[in-house]
């Protein structure tokens, strides 16, 4: 994954980023809350002596002189040892019981010992550390490392003074703490949660891990408006199909195929909503349009064209009424083939030639045959209707289509020798940022000319909708 990636992470799942986050912090606050309160007093005792030994009044004794540095190190673990500790906690005539600990430490080549006290009672603490200069020398003639007769002296450079802030718990430590760990375990868990989610979320996604050519993304807007090309001309959803309609006109060498089929892996994802406004920004454009609803289970086209829906194309296929019959010109120019009655079994009624014939049909006539067809993965319908055409739109919704649904759609037209020329993504999408600000005058200019070039060509000139004179 590069760094954008984990950008676009962190900006889909920073809901989970801040659910650990703030859980980490509340775990930092009840540790801090129940941790007990500990005060630390510290005070440094110069050592100065000549002589180091045993009692040399006694029947094994023995004189020496060493240097100070050993003296000290060595004087700073006697200081740990229990008989040491007890001598100073009972010299500092204690009121209560509180807990104590001790630690002793010299610097390398130093005669100074650093006696330093924690405690649950700051007084404690520091009286505790003031006790050690008295109590360890007679403790170190307690153990019999020390002559009483040798001179010594502790000198005080550092008294112990009393804490005013306990060290722990340490709240901006503990809260530091739990905020590093809150964001690295909410990363990691954004991330796998990421890894874990086979819903396609970007086209960048799609183009890498499918390689497939993505034709446009249609964004999440006016989403209450089936027919936002006639009803709002200027929004980015309407330019949005308008970079589609570019797009396929580059799709082949061909050009814009002329007779398309719009399927998608499952319901729901915006095929017939796509084929729609395609259709209306093609007529747009200067081309003659027919638009075909071959989704003989759940049509949709003839409610959002506001047309009604007694004959259509089931009729045409069982041989009952002629394309002339039963095609409809809508206001904004495209010609409209619904579905018509649905029949007992469509997948029947899509097979053998007559399909192909009604394109066919349809393609003598028109410059662009757009056909709305079922979802693959739901029933073979899609199958028939993408063989009978040049090309193959797949319309996949963002953040709910699965790569291996898409996969799987791919793989059955592929199978069924569709000719799938790109896919088209529905949803807001980070990797298509700045695309709404497609240059719309060089799109007029564009469908200018293509309208000149269509009138001077005698073959469009000639061209007979279905059912005229």
């Given at each position: 994954?590069?760094?954008?990636?984990?950008?676009?992470?962190?900006?889909?799942?920073?809901?989970?980023?801040?659910?650990?986050?703030?859980?980490?912090?509340?775990?930092?606050?009840?540790?801090?809350?129940?941790?007990?309160?500990?005060?630390?007093?510290?005070?440094?005792?110069?050592?100065?002596?000549?002589?180091?030994?045993?009692?040399?009044?006694?029947?094994?004794?023995?004189?020496?002189?060493?240097?100070?540095?050993d003296i000290a190190a060595f004087y700073s673990e006697i200081a740990v040892t229990p008989p040491a500790v007890q001598a100073a906690i009972g010299a500092a005539a204690l009121t209560t019981s509180p807990s104590v600990a001790v630690s002793a430490a010299t610097a390398p080549g130093s005669a100074t010992i650093t006696i330093t006290v924690t405690s649950s009672s700051a007084a404690?603490?520091?009286?505790?550390?003031?006790?050690?200069?008295?109590?360890?020398?007679?403790?170190?003639?307690?153990?019999?490392?020390?002559?009483?007769?040798?001179?010594?002296?502790?000198?005080?450079?550092?008294?112990?003074?009393?804490?005013?802030?306990?060290?722990?718990?340490?709240?901006?430590?503990?809260?530091?703490?739990?905020?590093?760990?809150?964001?690295?375990?909410?990363?990691?868990?954004?991330?796998?949660?990421?890894?874990?989610?086979?819903?396609?979320?970007?086209?960048?996604?799609?183009?890498?891990?499918?390689?497939?050519?993505?034709?446009?993304?249609?964004?999440?807007?006016?989403?209450?408006?089936?027919?936002?090309?006639?009803?709002?001309?200027?929004?980015?959803?309407?330019?949005?199909?308008?970079?589609?309609?570019?797009?396929?006109?580059?799709?082949?060498?061909?050009?814009?195929?002329?007779?398309?089929?719009?399927?998608?892996?499952?319901?729901?994802?915006?095929?017939?909503?796509?084929?729609?406004?395609?259709?209306?920004?093609?007529?747009?454009?200067?081309?003659?349009?027919?638009?075909?609803?071959?989704?003989?289970?759940?049509?949709?086209?003839?409610?959002?064209?506001?047309?009604?829906?007694?004959?259509?194309?089931?009729?045409?296929?069982?041989?009952?009424?002629?394309?002339?019959?039963?095609?409809?010109?809508?206001?904004?120019?495209?010609?409209?083939?619904?579905?018509?009655?649905?029949?007992?079994?469509?997948?029947?009624?899509?097979?053998?030639?007559?399909?192909?014939?009604?394109?066919?049909?349809?393609?003598?006539?028109?410059?662009?045959?757009?056909?709305?067809?079922?979802?693959?993965?739901?029933?073979?319908?899609?199958?028939?209707?993408?063989?009978?055409?040049?090309?193959?739109?797949?319309?996949?919704?963002?953040?709910?289509?699965?790569?291996?649904?898409?996969?799987?759609?791919?793989?059955?037209?592929?199978?069924?020798?569709?000719?799938?020329?790109?896919?088209?993504?529905?949803?807001?999408?980070?990797?298509?940022?700045?695309?709404?600000?497609?240059?719309?005058?060089?799109?007029?200019?564009?469908?200018?000319?293509?309208?000149?070039?269509?009138?001077?060509?005698?073959?469009?000139?000639?061209?007979?909708?279905?059912?005229?004179?």
């Open positions: 994954m590069e760094l954008r990636d984990y950008v676009q992470v962190l900006r889909r799942r920073w809901r989970t980023v801040l659910i650990v986050v703030v859980a980490a912090l509340a775990a930092s606050a009840v540790v801090t809350a129940l941790q007990p309160t500990v005060y630390r007093a510290s005070t440094d005792l110069l050592v100065a002596l000549t002589s180091f030994g045993p009692d040399p009044a006694g029947p094994s004794s023995k004189a020496y002189t060493t240097t100070l540095p404690a603490a520091q009286a505790v550390a003031n006790a050690y200069p008295d109590t360890l020398p007679d403790t170190l003639i307690q153990l019999k490392q020390l002559s009483s007769r040798a001179p010594l002296a502790f000198k005080v450079l550092r008294a112990a003074a009393l804490p005013a802030t306990p060290v722990s718990p340490d709240p901006v430590v503990n809260t530091a703490i739990g905020l590093a760990l809150g964001l690295v375990l909410g990363l990691l868990l954004a991330v796998l949660r990421e890894r874990l989610d086979q819903r396609i979320r970007d086209s960048r996604g799609l183009e890498d891990r499918l390689e497939v050519t993505v034709l446009g993304v249609v964004p999440n807007q006016l989403q209450g408006a089936h027919l936002p090309a006639v009803s709002h001309p200027d929004s980015p959803r309407t330019e949005a199909y308008r970079k589609i309609r570019t797009s396929l006109l580059f799709s082949g060498l061909d050009g814009f195929p002329s007779t398309l089929a719009i399927t998608s892996s499952l319901a729901g994802e915006g095929k017939s909503t796509l084929a729609m406004n395609l259709a209306v920004v093609c007529s747009q454009a200067g081309h003659q349009v027919a638009v075909v609803d071959a989704d003989l289970r759940r049509p949709t086209l003839h409610e959002h064209f506001e047309l009604h829906n007694d004959t259509g194309l089931s009729n045409v296929l069982a041989g009952e009424l002629s394309l002339g019959e039963v095609a409809r010109t809508h206001p904004t120019g495209v010609t409209v083939v619904t579905s018509g009655p649905s029949p007992r079994d469509p997948s029947a009624l899509l097979e053998g030639q007559r399909l192909r014939a009604v394109i066919a049909e349809l393609a003598a006539s028109y410059d662009v045959v757009i056909v709305d067809t079922t979802p693959t993965l739901a029933v073979s319908d899609a199958g028939q209707v993408c063989v009978a055409v040049k090309g193959t739109v797949v319309v996949t919704r963002l953040g709910t289509t699965t790569f291996d649904s898409l996969r799987t759609t791919l793989s059955t037209l592929q199978r069924v020798q569709a000719n799938v020329v790109g896919v088209v993504a529905v949803g807001d999408d980070d990797t298509d940022a700045g695309y709404h600000n497609h240059d719309t005058s060089q799109e007029s200019l564009a469908g200018s000319h293509r309208r000149q070039v269509r009138s001077a060509r005698p073959e469009s000139r000639g061209r007979r909708r279905p059912g005229s004179a």
